[in-house]
């Protein structure tokens, strides 16, 4: 997929997509802390016409944040810069790209009212395998909720809380406003595993388990099952599935193609039970008996 991270300038994201094989570029008014040279230096209002096919965008917190909020009585001209951000803001969340997600702090009333919604999702980092609590709060159009991959929760409870809240306590420093933005990692690659699937990257996993679990169901076939599945469900970019493919078995090639000419809803109706399936499936890679899944 073509993919623009809006307003990122260290990379995090942009590398997390582009280690997955996908065209990624990051597109802000400082350069990249990472001198890659798939770095935008520029208004991104100016890039959102580009053919994106996913936008992830980072745009500025400082007047929008809830955080702020008493600011905005007290500072003369505070009430002006909000707007022009919340303004921008809702560029982004409106900009002509089929599918994407804006990240902020939790954000004011005043800005809400302009950008016209709150967030879909509030995210930690602790439900992403960091020992650390901030509420990041995700915007998005056409694309799922993320799901933690590392819940460390109980252990980051046990810490002090300026070790949970590491970012808040930072000092003082030119470089404290960058550290408290940066997008932490695990959520970087949980964004890029789990938004990373182009529809024909979906369908075609989808297909090919939808393919074998039938295969299993009818032949018992449980060493095709482990080999294949297994390596399916950890591998989901459409080149690796590719490659499976041509590894496996000649009817398993030819029933994928029948599939995938096959109307979708028909057969991803053999996938109601999928998460189920996928349960029962782990199990039984650490106790291969053979039976129904």
């Known amino acids: 997929m073509k993919i623009l991270i809006a307003c990122e300038y260290s990379g995090r994201v942009r590398e997390a997509f582009r280690k997955l094989g996908h065209d990624a570029w990051s597109c802000d008014i400082l350069p990249s802390d990472d001198n890659s040279p ?24 400082t007047y929008l944040s809830n955080s702020g909020v008493t600011w905005l009585a007290r500072q003369p001209g505070r009430q002006a810069l909000m707007i022009k951000g919340a303004e ?39 439900m992403f395998g960091h020992l650390e609590r901030k509420a990041t709060c995700l915007w998005l159009r056409g694309l799922s909720k993320l799901t933690a991959t590392n819940d460390v929760k109980e252990e980051m409870l ?37 938004w990373g699937n182009t529809p024909e990257d979906t369908a075609l996993r989808d297909a090919v388990l939808g393919i074998l679990i039938e295969e299993y ?36 090639q030819e029933r994928i193609t029948h599939c995938l000419d096959t109307p979708a809803e028909e057969w991803k109706t053999e996938l109601d039970h999928y998460d189920e399936f996928v349960s029962k499936f782990i199990a039984h890679l650490t106790n291969p008996t053979k039976g129904e899944l």
């Open 38 to 61: 798939y770095h935008i230096q520029d208004d991104v209002l100016k890039h959102l016409d580009k053919g994106w096919d996913l936008m992830i965008a980072h745009p500025p917190c």
């Open 158 to 194: 046990k810490l002090p809380k300026n070790v949970q809240q590491r970012l808040h306590y930072l000092p003082p420093s030119k470089d404290r406003w960058k550290l408290r933005s940066t997008t932490y990692q695990g959520i970087a690659d949980a964004m890029a595993d789990q």
């Open 88 to 126: 921008f803001f809702k560029a982004l969340l409106n900009a002509p790209i089929p599918v994407v997600a804006i990240e902020n702090p939790i954000m004011h009333k005043y800005a809400v009212e302009i950008i016209g919604r709150r967030q879909d999702q509030v995210v930690q980092p602790w």
């Open 217 to 252: 169901k009818q032949d018992c076939n449980y060493d095709a099952l482990v080999r294949l599945v297994n390596l399916i469900t950890l591998h989901t970019q459409k080149a690796e599935i590719q490659t499976i493919m041509n590894l496996s078995a000649q009817w398993v």
